[in-house]
């Protein structure tokens, strides 16, 4: 039995075909996952599906019945839930609160039977602006769940999830699935399509590359996606897409004497008591790539907060080749050639009401002050056209707002202008190929090799190890908001030990 046909499905935005014609077909109790590159369509298809978007031309039907959502609540009522890129839980709300809002029936009992059924948990008496995003994405998706739903649309719920809790949510889409449901997931992890999809669809440019694939092999998908053969990828990229790593990548040849970051006993205390970061220390030399490894909420997003100067810790010192940082403003800091890509890029590294070109120059606009107080915005478009042609930002130009591009095009945004700072003393970045498909992490992961070996000290958060495996020199491990000591990524027993340390039983 067929849950969601979709025949036909035009949008576009001015000139930009986000969506040109495209076909797909979800088979009941199926997970049917839709790949593609970033900009190919995919969030806008789920749109379309969740009843917030209108498509120009195009028809659905749901278990049969023509289905043309005019807003989220016909979805909703039709038993189609969805999960966005963007989070639409209330920050400043508790967990349970949020989900009180839904005003379903029963919600302790449907929240014991989702625990039961699915393991999924929520924290109700926690405030959710202060929930690890990965807690955050649980929430989410068990507010979709509440609803029952008879068709689940997940737009890339598992860059914000740890390992176990990727495999808690695959293991949900699975039930689900089993259950007589339908499950549309996006992703970019081939390594999940492989774990979980009954089919997948490709899309390319708003067009369907690929349909109803039942090979879901990197190799037939790769070059359906990026269009050039999977053998061209960089080794890291292997773990990125939650393939396994297998091969570690070529390392740059670091210098160890000369300490270029240097964090020292930095503590940041909790509102409740107790402590985020906990006498966290680090150092990275010149020329190095070392990896911050942990289940989220272990401490990482407040290093990379006290890197970036949106959190100043309540003891402790930054130091930037001698100089100490750690009161220093987010300007001095991008002065000093200190690079910090946030976490969380939508709401820290960007601002999505101001348009492509001051967005890759924020930190930077006095390079392009004219007469003491307008800015050159010629200069700053042509400067913000070679960067996006550059990085492959898929963007109508750079005038356009950052809002019209998609969510892993603003993350390439975001990055290309931390990666511009000259010099580049160091980097830190925070899950730096959260969101960008194969191709784009291909690049990332290689243009983060080059700024080691041009000399800048790296740091990498990211929940991926087998990326960091393959990425870093070394890795030190967040746990309960301290760092370990480095673990040389090249020792054989490294992945174990990381992972003891992981779990707070390494030594
Ligand atoms: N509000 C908008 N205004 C203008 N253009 C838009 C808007 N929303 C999306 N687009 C464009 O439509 C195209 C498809 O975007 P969409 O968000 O569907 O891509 P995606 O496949 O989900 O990408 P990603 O993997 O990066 O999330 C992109 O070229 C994007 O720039």
Redesign the pocket.
């Known amino acids: 039995m067929i849950a969601l046909e979709i025949a036909g499905l035009a949008k576009a935005?001015?000139t930009?075909r986000?969506l040109d014609g495209v076909d797909l077909t979800v088979e009941a109790g199926t997970v049917h996952c839709v790949l593609?590159?970033?900009?190919?369509?995919?969030?806008?298809?789920c749109h379309a599906v969740g009843g917030s978007l209108r498509p120009d031309a195009g028809t659905m039907r749901l278990h049969g019945m023509p289905y043309a959502p005019r807003r989220p609540k016909d979805a909703l009522n039709a038993g189609v839930a969805m999960v966005h890129?963007h989070f639409s839980l209330v920050p400043t709300l508790t967990a349970g609160e949020n989900l009180r809002l839904l005003r379903v029936r029963d919600l302790a009992g449907r929240l014991a039977r989702l625990r039961d059924r699915y393991g999924l948990s929520v924290p109700e008496a926690e405030t959710v602006g202060d929930l690890p995003l990965g807690v955050r994405q649980r929430v989410e998706i068990v507010k979709a769940l509440l609803r029952e739903p008879r068709l689940l649309v997940l737009?890339?719920p598992t860059g914000v999830l740890g390992p176990d809790e990727v495999d808690a949510l695959l293991a949900t889409c699975r039930r689900i699935a089993d259950d007589g449901g339908a499950v549309v997931l996006?992703t970019?992890k081939l390594g999940e399509v492989a774990r979980v999809a009954d089919a997948a669809t490709v899309?390319r440019g708003?067009r369907v590359a690929g349909a109803g694939l039942t090979d879901l092999t990197p190799d037939r998908l790769v070059p359906l996606m990026i269009g050039r053969p999977a053998a061209d990828l960089a080794p890291a990229l292997a773990g990125t897409l939650g393939m396994d790593a297998g091969v570690r990548g070529p390392r740059s040849a670091p210098d160890a004497r000369r300490v270029v970051l240097r964090v020292r006993e930095v503590s940041v205390g909790r509102s409740g008591g107790g402590f985020l970061l906990d006498r966290a220390g680090l150092e990275i030399a010149a020329g190095e790539i070392v990896g911050v490894a942990g289940v989220e909420g272990n401490g990482q997003t407040e290093l990379v907060h006290v890197l970036s100067g949106a959190r100043i810790p309540d003891s402790g010192t930054v130091e930037l080749n001698g100089t100490d940082l750690t009161r220093a403003t987010p300007a001095r800091r991008t002065a000093a050639g200190l690079g910090v890509v946030p976490e969380d890029r939508h709401h820290e590294g960007c601002v999505p009401e101001l348009d492509v070109a001051t967005n890759l120059h924020l930190g930077r606009l006095g390079e392009f002050r004219r007469w003491r107080v307008l800015l050159d915005r010629r200069a700053m478009r042509t400067a913000a056209t070679a960067v996006i042609g550059k990085h492959g930002i898929?963007?109508?130009g750079p005038a356009?707002p950052m809002?019209?591009?998609?969510?892993?095009?603003q993350q390439k945004v975001v990055l290309a202008r931390e990666l511009a700072l000259d010099p580049l003393v160091c980097l830190a970045a925070a899950q730096p190929t959260r969101?960008l498909?194969v191709g784009a992490v291909d690049a990332v992961l290689t243009r983060i090799r080059e700024a080691a070996a041009n000399g800048a000290a790296v740091l990498v958060v990211s929940s991926e190890l087998g990326e960091l495996l393959a990425l870093c020199d070394r890795i030190v491990v967040a746990y309960r908001g301290t760092l370990s000591a480095p673990v040389d990524t090249a020792a054989p027993d490294a992945h174990d030990r990381i992972a003891h340390l992981m779990l707070g039983t390494g030594a």
């Open positions: 935005y001015g930009t986000a593609g590159e970033n900009g190919a369509g995919k969030s806008t298809l890129q737009d890339e996006v970019h899309l708003g898929s963007a109508p356009a809002s019209a591009l998609s969510g892993g095009n969101g498909d």
